[in-house]
């Protein structure tokens, strides 16, 4: 009869490796690797965005027919450095959009949906994605 012992099982190479993977598998990212989310979302969820070296944060409740829109701008920068946000409040009619721009041509518009029922970002990718400008 063979006797199995936990307390050696979980000692032996094998059971290391395997914790060591599971443990690697089950890292969440890297706070280096910003989260996107363009939309179209619906109510209270988040639009997450860069635009130009800054953050955007943006959600949106119904209200009399609109997009109560609110969206908070930071510059995308160190633990170290200066914290300063500005927060933009405004309602936007469904089919209506609002421009945030940061210089150089580099903007991304915020569209209030039909029916006031969701809210997205309306720009060229690459120019979100990694703050390029455009060619003429």
């Not at 800054?54 to 949106?60: E, G, P, S």
């Not at 959009?97 to 060229?124: I, K, W, Y």
Request: proline letters at 8%; glycine letters at 8%.
């Amino acid at each position: 009869m063979v006797r199995f012992s936990l307390f050696k099982f979980l000692l032996s190479p094998a059971a290391l490796g395997a914790s060591l993977a599971l443990a690697v598998a089950i890292t969440p990212a890297l706070a280096d690797d910003p989260t996107t989310n363009f939309g179209p979302v619906g109510p209270s969820e988040p639009i997450l965005a860069s635009i130009g070296g800054q953050r955007v944060i943006a959600f949106f409740v119904p209200e009399r027919g609109a997009c109560a829109v609110n969206a908070i701008i930071w510059k995308d920068a160190g633990a170290d450095a200066p914290y300063a946000s500005s927060r933009v409040r405004l309602s936007l009619r469904p089919g209506e959009m609002v421009e945030f721009d940061h210089g150089a041509r580099q903007s991304m518009n915020l569209l209030c949906g039909a029916d006031a029922s969701t809210l997205a970002v309306v720009a060229p990718p690459e120019l979100i994605l990694t703050g390029a400008t455009e060619k003429n």
